[in-house]
C-alpha cells in the first residue's frame, strides 16, 4: 500500500467485505460441523478469523473504518468470554498500531504543510513511525533546540476518508452487528462521525493541548506533554516516554494495574473542573504509565484530537442522580431523570423500576474502592441487553439527551478500560472531590 486508500468505491468494497466475510464463514462453519468437528471448535475457528479479518480490514483502511475498530476495542470487557477472547489481540492491535505510510508520503506532506526547508526545523527525524492510528501517525524527532518531540503527521485524504468510511458503516451498521455480539453499533457511528470536523483540526487539537499542559503542569500525578509546533495538518509536541496503559493491561503487575486505574480515574473526573474540557478519546493507546524522576508513577496523557467541551465542569445532574440513586430516593430520582430529559413527558415509568435498573449500574460509586473486572462488566451488559430482562425493556424507555452522548460514551470506555486493568479503584474519593452535586445532592 503507497497510500491512504481515497476512492469510495475501493473503500466501500473493502468495508463490505467485513459482514460478507462473516456470512461466507458461518457457512464454512456448517460445513465443517458436518465434516464432523465440533461446535466449540469451530466456533472458536471462525472467531479468530473473523478477529484477524476485522484487524487486517479496518487498519489498512485507517480513517473512520480503524477509528471505529478503536472505539469498540474499550468495549471487549462486556463481551462472554468465549467472543471476547480471539477479538481481544486483534482489537487491541488497533489501539496503537496500523500500516504506515511510506517515507516518501510523509516527507511530500511535511513539504507541502512545513515548507520546502522543514529538514531546517529538527536536529533529527526518524522515517519510520514510532505509531500509527486512525488519521495520522507519529514520527520521533528532535526539535532544532535540542528536545525531543513527536511529530504527528495527519494522513493524506483522512477527511475524506473518515466521512466515507463512518457512511459506508452506517449503512450496514445491522450487519456489523455479528462481529461484536452485544454493541449498539448505530449510536457510536453516528457519534463518531458528529467529531469528525474536531478530529482533523490539529489547531483545535493544539488547543486543547496547550490548556491541559498548563493545567497539569505541576500535577504530581498526571504529565500532559507540550505542544512544540503547530501547522495545518502538522503537530508537533514534546516526547513522552512511558509503559503503554495496553501493556499494562496484558502484562503489568497489580501494582501497575490499581495505579493505572486510579490516575486514569482522578484524571477523568478532575480534568473538566480543572481545564473546562473532557479528554473524549479513553482507549488505552492514548495513555502512558510515567515514571518520575521521584519514583512516582505518573499518568501520561496522549491525544487531545476529541475533547466535549464542559466550561463548569462536570454538569450538577449528574452528581445529583448518583447521590439519589445511592440515598435509594427513587421518587428523587425519578424526578430527575424527567426534568432533565432522560424520561420523556410521553413515557410512564415506575420509579422504583427506574431505581432498580440504575442502582447495579453505579456499584462502583457505592462501596470505599471497587475492583473493576471483566466478569462484572459483561453481567452489567448481559442484563441490559437480554430481550427478555426487565431491565432491558425498561432501558428501552430511557433516553439519552444529545448533551450527554459524549459524556456517557466516554464514562463507559473508561469504565471498560478500568475493567480491562482489573484495577482496584477509590472511585468515591474522585466523586467527592470532583463532580458537582455529589456530595451534596442538593
Known amino acids: 500500500m503507497s497510500d491512504l486508500p481515497r476512492k469510495a468505491v475501493t473503500r466501500t468494497v473493502k468495508l463490505a467485505a467485513l459482514p460478507l466475510g462473516l456470512a461466507g464463514r458461518a457457512t464454512w462453519g456448517l460445513g465443517k460441523r458436518i465434516g464432523g468437528k465440533s461446535a466449540e471448535i469451530v466456533a472458536r475457528e471462525l472467531q479468530q478469523r473473523t478477529a484477524e479479518q476485522l484487524f487486517r480490514t479496518l487498519g489498512e483502511l485507517k480513517g473512520g473504518a480503524m477509528k471505529f475498530g478503536q472505539a469498540l476495542s474499550v468495549f471487549e470487557s462486556a463481551l462472554p468470554e ?9 482489537l487491541t492491535k488497533l489501539q496503537e498500531a496500523a500500516p504506515p505510510l511510506p517515507a516518501a508520503t510523509v516527507h511530500q506532506v511535511l513539504t507541502d504543510r512545513l515548507g520546502a526547508d522543514w529538514r531546517d526545523l529538527f536536529e533529527e527525524f526518524e522515517d519510520t513511525p514510532a505509531a500509527a492510528a486512525s488519521i495520522g501517525q507519529v514520527h520521533r524527532a ?9 511529530v504527528k503527521v495527519q494522513y493524506p485524504g483522512a477527511g475524506e476518508a473518515l466521512l466515507s468510511d463512518l457512511k459506508q458503516l452506517g449503512r450496514f451498521a ?18 463518531l462521525r458528529e467529531r469528525v470536523a474536531e478530529e482533523l483540526d490539529y489547531e483545535l487539537e493544539a488547543e486543547a493541548q496547550r490548556t491541559h499542559a498548563d493545567a497539569f503542569a505541576h500535577d504530581p500525578d498526571v504529565v500532559v506533554p507540550d505542544v512544540v509546533h503547530q501547522g495545518d495538518q502538522v503537530l508537533v509536541t514534546e516526547w513522552m516516554e512511558g509503559t503503554p496503559l495496553s501493556e499494562v493491561i496484558t ?22 473542573a480543572r481545564t473546562g474540557l473532557l479528554h473524549a478519546d479513553p482507549h488505552p493507546g492514548n495513555f502512558r504509565l510515567v515514571k ?31 447521590r439519589m440513586i445511592l440515598d435509594g430516593d427513587a421518587e428523587g430520582v425519578y424526578g ?78 473508561t469504565i471498560g478500560v478500568l475493567c480491562q486493568l482489573g484495577a482496584t479503584v477509590r472511585l468515591r474519593d474522585e466523586l467527592d472531590t470532583w463532580l458537582p452535586g455529589f456530595a451534596n445532592a442538593t
Open 251 to 272: 502484562d503489568g503487575t497489580q501494582e501497575d494495574r490499581d495505579r493505572a486505574g486510579q490516575l486514569l480515574a482522578g484524571f477523568l473526573f478532575s480534568g473538566p
Open 174 to 191: 445491522g450487519l456489523l452487528g455479528p462481529l461484536i455480539p452485544g454493541m449498539e453499533i448505530k449510536p457510536l457511528i453516528r457519534e
Open 82 to 90: 468465549e467472543v471476547a477472547g480471539p477479538y481481544r489481540a486483534a
Open 292 to 322: 518520575a524522576a521521584d519514583g512516582r508513577t505518573r499518568l501520561g496523557v496522549l491525544d487531545f484530537g476529541t475533547v466535549d467541551r464542559l466550561p463548569g465542569g462536570w454538569p450538577r445532574p449528574i452528581g445529583r442522580s448518583l
Open 142 to 150: 528532535v526539535w532544532h533546540d535540542g528536545r525531543r518531540v513527536a
Open 336 to 413: 430527575h431523570l424527567r426534568a432533565e430529559g432522560f424520561v420523556r413527558d410521553s413515557v410512564a415509568l415506575d420509579p422504583d423500576a427506574v431505581l432498580d435498573y440504575l442502582k447495579p449500574i453505579i456499584e462502583p460509586a457505592e462501596a470505599e474502592q471497587f475492583t473493576f473486572t471483566r466478569p462484572w462488566l459483561r453481567g452489567q451488559a448481559a442484563r441490559i441487553a437480554d430481550p427478555r430482562s426487565p431491565a432491558h425493556q425498561l432501558g428501552r424507555q430511557i433516553n439519552l439527551p444529545p448533551s450527554y452522548l459524549l459524556i456517557h460514551r466516554v464514562t463507559l470506555s
